[in-house]
């Protein structure tokens, strides 16, 4: 673990590169924490400097996983095999869908503890 530090360290670009990488990986996979990014980053580039660069990689991760689930939804749909629970997603009732968004967060959530 400290070779891989001190050489991210040394190779400050590649470093930025590298973890704003995991960080859109992380995001599209979903499940994996990124708290042990966020050791690293804290520790290569100090308090700030991994707020700006954690931000930056959970924007684009936030981005490019969005348009692939999305993308991927649309061809599900398309060939009708769309399960049931997806598609209570698309209930006429906001309400309904804000709580079974929220349960599965939380059961998301509950899993990762």
């Known amino acids: 673990m400290e070779t891989i530090i001190n050489f991210l360290s040394d190779h400050l670009f590649l470093s930025i590169a ?12 979903g499940i994996i924490p990124s708290a042990f990014l966020t050791t690293i980053n804290i520790s290569l580039f100090g308090f700030f400097g991994s707020i ?11 981005a490019v996983s969005f348009l692939l689930y999305r ?10 095999k769309i399960p049931n629970f997806i ?9 309904k869908s ?16």
């Open 18 to 29: 590298f973890s704003i990488l995991l960080n859109i990986l992380i995001s599209i996979i």
């Open 87 to 95: 598609q209570a997603y698309q209930l006429k009732n906001n309400l």
């Open 52 to 62: 700006i660069i954690g931000f930056i990689g959970e924007s684009i991760g936030a």
């Open 71 to 80: 993308k991927g939804f649309i061809k599900l749909e398309k060939m009708k």
């Open 98 to 113: 804000f709580i079974l968004i929220l349960l599965l967060r939380i059961l998301l959530l509950s899993h990762q503890v």
